[in-house]
Nanobody, 128 residues
Framework: QVQLVESGGGSVQAGGSLRLSCAASGRTFSNYVMGWFRQAPGKGREFVAAINWSGGRTSYADSVKGRFTISRDNAKNTVYLQMNSLKPEDTAVYYC?????????????????????WGQGTQVTVSS
């Protein structure tokens, strides 16, 4: 069993930055593909970014490319999402997710059904 706990959400003005963290329990964290998803009010869950076990491969939604960066520290069992140049449309609850299967491609990492474990989410609000 893996538990994921997100932190770092909050309220910022457009153009600002936030860094989300996701702390994972479990000794096999370094084997997992990790992803970030988000859900805005009245909308479905949307892929944001994903990273493979080593951190050497990443995948991003077109809407966040060049503004968001996903990274991980396997020694700390933590994955991060650095969010810069935030826009009001980035407002959402952000969820961390873990795929225990470990197989990563840029396309498959974007599919929420691949992820076994989910955090409770952290709210990000961007005002104009």
């Amino acid at each position: 069993q893996v538990q994921l706990v997100e932190s770092g959400g909050g309220s910022v003005q457009a153009g600002g930055s936030l860094r989300l963290s996701c702390a994972a329990s479990g000794r096999t964290f370094s084997n997992y593909v990790m992803g970030w998803f988000r859900q805005a009010p009245g909308k479905g869950r949307e892929f944001v970014a994903a990273i493979n076990w080593s951190g050497g491969r990443t995948s991003y939604a077109d809407s966040v490319k060049g503004r968001f960066t996903i990274s991980r520290d396997n020694a700390k069992n933590t994955v991060y999402l650095q969010m810069n140049s935030l826009k009001p449309e980035d407002t959402a609850v952000y969820y961390c997710a873990a795929d225990s299967g470990g197989f990563f491609t840029i396309v498959t990492a974007q599919r929420p059904e691949r992820y076994d474990y989910w955090g409770q989410g952290t709210q990000v609000t961007v005002s104009s």
